[in-house]
């Protein structure tokens, strides 16, 4: 196991559509992240799995975002009815203890 | 309201210098803090920790400073190499670890041959 993966690694989609993203988690690491990043900003934190259990969403992730991690091993991210300002990049990241590796995001591009 | 902020958007220094990134902080809650690096199109690299206990953790050219009282800490690199000409982000989280990081919005570290 290298690390962590993202798929795909960039999408570009219309205004209105759904989108959904893939992260594979370094495989013995039990929680998983999502975060987003945009121009000029540092990741922001989106939502925590402990195995596969959600256990924090922040405020930013809205009502058209939800993410899974059905069995405690791959997540995913779906966002639904996409707007410009979703526009980003998503990144994932996992971790068995107190530090997190990401991986190399997913560049989200709304049109 | 940015709980973790890193004031400097670019840093220039010459290779073989020292490079110092600095960090500042607000929320006493915070309990363990960590350096990034992050290139052009690819998520951000674990450098190195420390846990609020400590003042000082040391991995062979990083070297990170905590001042809890200040509420600030600090990334040392030395000497400086042109490899190390990134975004170098700041984060924070507090929750024993299990929390999700806050971010600073980046320092773009320029070493220059």
């Known amino acids: 196991d290298t690390g962590v993966s993202q798929n795909p690694r960039h999408k570009i989609t219309k205004r209105g559509q759904n989108v959904t993203f893939r992260c594979d988690p370094i495989?013995?690491?039990?929680?998983l992240y999502w975060y987003r990043q945009t121009l000029g900003q540092g990741p922001e934190f989106l939502t925590y799995?402990?195995?596969?259990?959600?256990?924090?969403k922040s405020r930013l992730l809205s009502d058209r975002f939800s993410a899974e991690r059905p069995k405690g091993s791959f997540s995913t991210l779906e966002i639904q009815r996409t707007e410009q300002g979703d526009s980003a990049m998503y990144l994932c990241?996992?971790?068995?203890?107190?530090?997190?590796?990401f991986g190399q995001g997913t560049r989200l591009t709304v049109v | 309201d940015q709980q973790v902020k890193q004031n400097s958007p670019s840093l220039s220094v010459q290779e073989g210098r020292i490079s110092i990134l600095n960090c500042d902080y607000t929320n006493s809650m915070f309990d363990y803090f960590l350096w990034y690096k992050k290139y052009p199109a690819e998520g951000p690299t674990f450098l190195i920790s420390i846990s609020s206990i400590k003042d000082k953790n040391e991995d062979g050219r990083f070297t990170v400073f905590l001042n809890k009282s200040a509420k600030h800490l600090s990334l040392h690199i030395v000497p400086s190499q042109p490899g190390d000409s990134a975004v170098y982000f700041c984060?924070?989280?507090?929750?024993?670890?299990?929390?999700?990081?806050?971010f600073g919005k980046g320092t773009h570290l320029i070493i220059q041959p």
């Open positions: 799995f402990q195995n596969e259990a959600q256990l924090e």
């Open positions: 990241a996992s971790s068995l203890g107190t530090s997190a590796f």
């Open positions: 984060a924070a989280r507090s929750g024993g670890g299990a929390d999700g990081l806050t």
């Open positions: 495989s013995e690491h039990n929680r």
